[in-house]
Each structure stands twice: as structure tokens, then as C-alpha cells.
């Protein structure tokens, strides 16, 4: 049982393995030029030349996807990054100070939460412009809200806890006590939530590059090139389909991933 | 004629085949109809997991692994759960350790109550029918209580509610696990006093579950001694007790506290000084009312009193927790400067940072006061372990790694790292076992022999306090009702409500003796 669960381990590590690989080392696994196409090999199926096809402009989709992933998980990796130290920060805030500090901060996080989190998004690109560091931004804010609730939560479990008070008659200053036993023992649950986040991210910001705020074209983006394949729908479906499954299997293999950790850490 | 309960041979196991010693091993007990048997173990040493095998209730890890237990003559190991469910609550009841946990919070006692005599066979219980069953434990008013939650309830009264409810069907065997460890001692003697009687009304046999010898002493027709997953011995309590032949009931015996004999020490140098505090708590609640007492140096003073008589609240104001509402504490004359007061909270499990190395724990007050460099401060710690007696390899590991008595040695090493002139020691035995408690109380006095500080130990046990502290204050509802000498407050008690908590000590007559 335990080694069957084991293995199953295997396919999503092996995912995840070959997206950071793509997205560190395009170059390695794809030596080609994303942006160059050969306009005599236009719209070939996937084959042994091209294993996912080549797009209109005759352009090796595999290249484009490979060369796609370090935009597309860098902006997932800066908008957990964003939503965890943020959202943290404030919850760690609201968590210490309580009183009307806490609820001032608090109901606004509500007022974030309340607004729905594509809008918000959608709101922060318009701003901000488009661009994969601008999606990331986007997204990151508006999960931010989730980790600041879970983090004053925990913030404040911790505070009422023997320990904290013991290290309060040691005579340890409070930012002290905040750094060396609170934010340790908070952060459980809020790394937790953060690989939860990740895929999440991974998924929305292919989705907010697949309605164009993402990297401007010719730049190779998974949500992109999704969006960039819809007009041969009928007759090249690999244009769309493959990008697309690549998304899917990355936020799949990461939340999988996330999970097993979650679990294993629970039970330890 | 054959017993009520028979268990010979019984042994149980957790986790996968063939690894770890078994948790109950090879147990032997027997339960005659109408008797009171205790099984008397610390925790770890088999006596809960016995309980719930005997009641069909282990948890799916477990299994039974050998032996055979008959229950008024037919075999009940083996049953299925079907089957176990047509016995129990009919002719086995069970009731828990804790009562906090034990009840539905979202369900009133008129539910419950109803469930658990529908289960006994009464489809459609009346009003009578439940009142009738609140009366049998106890309940002066039934009828209000019924539409109560149990959070609007005292420990005491939970407990009572589940007795009610076990005790619905008139079963012919009662398994009570630890029933009243989470409750003060006036109020276990009140529970204890309830299951005695109705068990003698009602002829119901009883197995009793307990860490607490002097619970059995008192209750028990026989008495049964586990530690590591075996009966060590079992006999009538006077026996058991009175000429014990196992090593290990004789150590439990001997680390039952002994109140401390010897003229009363004449009054020494004041250093300590708390005079008319007064703490209001936000929302009106008065935690403490006019409250004033001196500490000497190099001495205890003890501070008993059930939970929320306001005693909790002392050790906080005294370290500085909290601020009183008024009143002073005074520290050789002068407000307490910080790292002159200590604390040693009473959950072991809850005071340690469970990141942190031991190391880091101990050494932490002298971080906090800047004291020494580096090197200095980890020679220290490793001086400070030694002096509660651990091995200086445990500065490297986790509380994670640590049983509570270690992990309570941990924090009094903790609080001993300033060399403070008070160490507040708010109950500090009372989550650990008899054995464990007596090593414990033995370091602190060694511990006050070397290095002189003084003791506030607060605790709701008086023998505890009685053990270790040569004056005590006996505290109610948020005030202080006597105070004194503990041998002049043993022997002759002035306040009604000292001599209720002295004649709730389980196994009173039998200690100092």
C-alpha cells in the first residue's frame, strides 16, 4: 500500500522535474529557435520531426512550449511568492496587534476576498499593463487575502501558547518572541497553503496570458499559445490541445505533489 | 460460579505484526457481579487500552492478539461490532476520561440522553424517563439541565451526564476510564462518591481506571496493578496495598506524596511581598479579590484552590503576565525586575517551543538578558541539564523526543537559567504520573537546597502542595480564606472549605501513615 502510494509519486516528480528543466535549461532540452518558423513546414500534425506539430508560421510548437515554460512558472513562482509574503505580513500584523488595528485590516482583507479573484485580477493587469512579471503581480495580490486570514489564525493560536508565554517571562522583546516563535511555528499551515497556491497559479496565469495580458506575441507563453491556436481549432487541434495538457499536467503534478507533502508532514 | 468479567491471557497490539512490545500483555482480571475493581497504572503502561478492549472500542490499529475474555459466561473476544453494539450500553457501559470531549457540543443533554436510552431499548423515552435518569446520578434539577449544551455544563456536571447516560440501561459492568482526572479533587470525590453508590444500589459491577492509588485505596473491593502492558498484581485492596509484593506497586506506594512532618519553620526573611491585589478581567470577571501573602526566602509557599479560584491568575500577575488592577508585588521592596521571576507552567507539552532544540529553550531567558557570550551560555545550559538530571546530549533534541517528565525538567531548567529569586510553579505535577510526580518534587527540593530560591507552588491538589511547601494558602473564588503553617493548616483547618478539599484527598486516612 505504502509503496504503490510511493509510486505514484513517480509520474507527478517526473513532471514537475521535466517543467523545471524546460523553464531553467530551454536550450537543453529544445536547441531550436521558438520564434523562428519554416514557412514550407506550416501546420504539420505531430510527428517525428516536430513531436507536437508545427504552428501556422511553421514554428515547432514542442520549442515554443519548452521555451513557453520559464515565463509561464516563473509568473506562477512570483505570484505565490507575492501572495505568501504579503498576505503573510499582514496577517502576522493583524495577528499581533488584535484590537482595532486587527479588525481595520482585517475587513479589508474581507473586502478583497469578497471581490472575485479573476476581476481583481483582471483590474491590477489593466493597471499595471501587460506583461508576465504584471500577471504575476496580479495574481499574487489577489491570493494574497487567503494566506493573511490563515496566517493571523495561526498567529493567533500560537500567541495564546505556553511557550510564548514562557518566552514572555524569560523577558524575550516581543519582536523577538514574534520572529523566534511565532512566525516558525505559524508558518506550518501557510507553506502548506502555498503549494496548494501553486498550481492554482500555474492554471491562472495561463488563464489571464490566454485572454492576451500575458508576455505580447511573438513571445512564446502556455496561455498564449493556447489563444494562439483557437482560429485552427478545426483543422490543427494540436495547436491548442497540447499546450493545454502540458498546463494540466503541470497543476495537476504540483497540487499532487503539495498533497503528498501535506499529508506526510501531518501524520509525522 | 462463574465471574461477571474474566480476562486471562489478553494481549493487544498496535501497528503492523511482529513489531514493538504488545501494549496489553498477557493481562489476567476478574470482576465479580456487584464488585469494584481498579486497575492502577501510569500512562503508557496498558491500562486505557485494557479498558477499551474489554468495552469493544480499540481503534482500528489495534488488535488482539491472544487470551480469552468471557462476559457472564460467553466469549466476547472476537465479537463483531454488531454484536458489541447489542452489548454495550445494555450490559457494558463506558464512560471516558475526558468529559470536555466526551459530549456532542451541538446537541443538548436531552438529545444525548434520549440516544443513549433509545439504544437500551427504550424507543421512545418520556420526559420521566430522562429526568429519572438525570436523577439516579445526581442532578438536583433535571429538569432544567435537559435542554442545556454541554458547554453551558461544569466538568462535574458532564461527567455526571455521561454517568447518567451509561448508567441508563442498568448495565450489569460499568468501565470507567480515568473518569475524573480532569476534575478538581472536591469534585472527583463528589463523582467517585456517585458511581459507589449507585453501583452498591444497582448491584453493578465496576472497573475502575486509574493513576491514582489513592483513588483505588478508597474505592476499590480489589485492585489490579499494570505497568507495561502486564498485571504486576492483583488481589483485595487491603492486601494489595496494605503488604504490596510486586517491586513496582511498592514504588508506587512509596511516590504517593507524604505531607511534609516537623515544627513549622519560623518565619524568615520576607522577599516576596503581594498585598491587596486585585485583578478584574475585561467583561467584569474578578479573578482576584484583595489577595495578600509574603513569600520568604528559600522557601515554599503553596496556593490551593479548585480551578478558577482566581490562583492561575496569582502566578500570572506575580510574572508579570498580566498587570493587577491594583495592589502591589513587591520583590525585596522594589517592582520585579525582568529575570528575577520565573514561571514553570503546567503543561510540559505546551510550554516548549516544539521547534526549538533543548539547548536553544534553556538558554533562551539568558538571550533575552544578554547574559554571557555564546560559549558561556551553552556551558551553562549544559550545567543547568545536568542539575535536573539530564544527560547533556538532550540539548540537541526536540521536546518532540522527550516523555513529560523530561520535558517538565526541560522548563524548571529553563526558569533556573537567570538564577531567579522566585520560580512560580503553576501546577507543576499535575499532567505527569505518581512516579514521574515524586522525581519531580524531589529535584525541585534539591534544586531550593543548592541554590535558594523560593517556590510559589500552585497547584489544585492539596497533597501535592502539602508535599512539597511548608506554608500554604488555601484560595476560593478569587480570595484568600486561610493561610498559614502546612502542618498547623493539616491538622487543625479553619475554613469549611480547607477541610472539604482535605477530606476529598483520595486515600486520605492511609497517608502519613
Not at chain 1, 479573484?117 to 501587460?130: D, N, Q, T, Y
Not at chain 2, 461477571?4 to 482480571?29: E, F, I, K, S
Not at chain 2, 453551558?152 to 470507567?176: H, N, Y
Request: proline share 7%.
Amino acid at each position: 500500500m505504502t509503496f504503490m502510494r510511493r509510486l505514484g509519486v513517480v509520474p507527478s516528480a517526473l513532471v514537475l522535474l521535466a517543467a523545471s528543466a524546460a523553464a531553467l535549461a530551454p536550450g537543453l532540452l529544445s536547441p531550436a529557435d521558438p520564434l523562428r518558423g519554416d514557412l514550407t513546414q506550416r501546420l504539420l500534425p505531430p510527428g517525428t520531426a516536430h513531436p507536437f506539430g508545427t504552428d501556422e508560421l511553421g514554428r515547432d510548437v514542442f520549442t515554443r512550449v519548452v521555451h513557453g515554460s520559464a515565463p509561464s512558472l516563473q509568473a506562477a513562482v512570483i505570484a505565490v511568492g507575492v501572495a505568501v509574503l504579503a498576505g503573510s505580513a499582514i496577517g502576522l500584523v493583524a495577528g499581533t496587534a488584535r484590537g482595532r488595528l486587527d479588525g481595520l485590516v482585517m475587513r479589508a482583507v474581507e473586502v478583497l476576498l469578497a471581490v472575485p479573484s479573476f476581476l481583481l485580477i483582471l483590474v491590477v493587469v489593466a493597471v499595471l499593463g501587460p506583461g508576465t512579471r504584471e500577471v504575476a503581480l496580479a495574481v499574487g495580490v489577489s491570493a494574497a487575502a487567503v494566506f493573511s486570514r490563515v496566517m493571523r489564525a495561526e498567529v493567533v493560536r500560537v500567541r495564546g501558547s505556553g511557550y510564548v508565554e514562557a518566552a514572555a517571562v524569560c523577558g524575550t522583546g516581543r519582536v523577538t518572541v514574534l520572529l523566534t516563535h511565532v512566525l516558525p511555528n505559524a508558518a506550518g499551515p501557510v507553506a502548506a497553503l502555498a503549494t496548494l497556491e501553486l498550481g492554482n497559479a500555474v492554471l491562472t496565469v495561463a488563464a489571464v496570458s490566454f485572454l492576451g495580458f500575458g508576455a505580447p506575441p511573438p513571445a512564446p507563453e502556455w496561455g498564449s499559445l493556447v489563444a494562439a491556436g483557437r482560429p485552427f481549432l478545426a483543422s490543427a487541434w494540436w495547436l491548442t490541445t497540447v499546450p493545454g495538457l502540458v498546463v494540466a499536467a503541470v497543476a495537476l503534478a504540483v497540487n499532487h505533489l503539495g498533497h503528498v507533502l501535506r499529508t506526510r508532514s501531518e501524520t509525522r | 460460579m462463574t465471574p461477571l468479567l474474566a480476562v486471562r491471557g489478553l494481549t493487544v497490539r498496535y501497528g503492523p505484526p511482529g513489531r514493538g512490545r504488545p501494549a496489553v500483555d498477557g493481562a489476567d482480571l476478574t470482576v465479580e457481579a456487584g464488585e469494584i475493581v481498579a486497575v492502577v497504572g501510569e500512562s503508557g503502561s496498558g491500562k486505557s487500552t485494557l479498558a477499551h478492549a474489554l468495552a469493544g472500542l480499540l481503534p482500528d490499529t489495534a488488535r488482539v492478539t491472544g487470551g480469552v475474555v468471557t462476559f457472564g459466561g460467553e466469549r466476547v473476544d472476537g465479537l463483531r461490532e454488531r454484536a458489541w453494539r447489542r452489548l454495550r450500553g445494555r450490559r457494558i457501559a463506558f464512560v471516558p476520561q475526558d468529559p470536555g470531549t466526551a459530549l456532542n457540543p451541538l446537541m443538548t443533554v436531552r438529545a444525548q440522553l434520549a440516544e443513549a436510552l433509545r439504544l437500551t431499548g427504550t424507543p421512545r423515552p418520556g420526559e420521566d424517563a430522562l429526568e429519572e435518569a438525570l436523577g439516579r446520578v445526581g442532578i438536583p434539577d433535571p429538569a432544567a439541565l435537559l435542554g442545556r449544551y454541554p458547554h453551558q455544563l461544569s466538568g462535574g456536571f458532564r461527567q455526571r451526564v455521561l454517568l447518567g447516560m451509561a448508567l441508563a440501561g442498568r448495565p450489569a459492568l460499568l468501565i470507567a476510564d480515568e473518569p475524573t482526572s480532569a476534575l478538581d479533587t472536591t469534585v472527583q470525590k463528589t463523582v467517585l462518591d456517585l458511581v459507589q453508590k449507585v453501583a452498591a444500589r444497582d448491584g453493578t459491577s465496576v472497573l475502575l481506571i486509574t493513576h491514582d492509588l489513592g483513588v483505588a485505596a478508597d474505592r476499590a473491593d480489589r485492585v489490579a496493578v499494570m505497568t507495561e502492558g502486564r498485571v504486576v498484581e492483583e488481589g483485595p485492596a487491603e492486601q494489595v496495598l496494605g503488604s504490596p509484593q510486586a517491586a513496582y506497586t511498592r514504588l508506587l506506594l512509596r511516590s504517593a506524596p507524604q505531607p511534609l512532618t516537623g515544627p513549622a519553620p519560623a518565619p524568615g526573611e520576607p522577599l516576596l511581598v503581594v498585598r491587596d491585589l486585585r485583578k478584574v478581567y475585561p467583561g467584569g470577571t474578578i479573578a482576584v479579590e484583595g489577595a495578600s501573602f509574603t513569600l520568604d526566602r528559600a522557601s515554599t509557599l503553596g496556593l490551593v484552590g479548585a480551578s478558577g479560584s482566581g490562583k492561575s491568575t496569582i502566578a500570572r500577575v506575580v510574572t508579570g503576565l498580566v498587570a493587577p488592577t491594583s495592589g502591589s508585588v513587591l520583590l525585596d521592596g522594589a517592582p520585579v525586575r525582568a529575570g528575577r521571576v520565573q514561571f514553570v507552567a503546567q503543561n510540559p507539552y505546551a510550554s516548549l517551543d516544539p521547534l526549538m532544540s533543548v539547548g536553544r529553550i534553556v538558554a533562551e531567558p539568558l538571550r533575552a538578558l544578554r547574559a554571557g557570550t555564546r560559549a558561556e551560555r551553552r556551558e551553562r545550559v549544559l550545567r543547568l541539564l545536568e542539575d535536573v538530571g539530564l544527560p547533556p546530549e538532550v540539548a540537541r533534541r526536540r521536546p518532540s523526543a522527550l516523555s513529560g517528565g523530561q520535558r517538565q525538567r526541560v522548563a524548571i531548567a529553563r526558569a533556573l537559567a537567570p538564577s531567579p529569586d522566585v520560580i512560580v510553579l503553576d501546577e507543576p505535577v499535575s499532567a505527569l504520573d505518581t512516579v514521574t510526580q515524586a522525581q519531580i518534587l524531589a529535584l525541585l527540593r534539591r534544586l531550593q537546597d543548592k541554590h535558594g530560591m523560593a517556590y510559589l507552588l500552585i497547584s489544585h491538589d492539596l497533597a501535592v502542595v502539602a508535599a512539597a511547601a511548608e506554608r500554604l494558602a488555601v484560595m476560593r473564588d478569587g480570595r484568600i480564606v486561610e493561610s498559614g503553617p502546612t502542618a498547623d493548616v493539616l491538622a487543625a483547618p479553619a475554613a469549611p472549605f480547607t477541610r472539604e478539599l482535605l477530606a476529598a484527598i483520595p486515600g486520605g486516612p492511609r497517608r502519613g501513615g
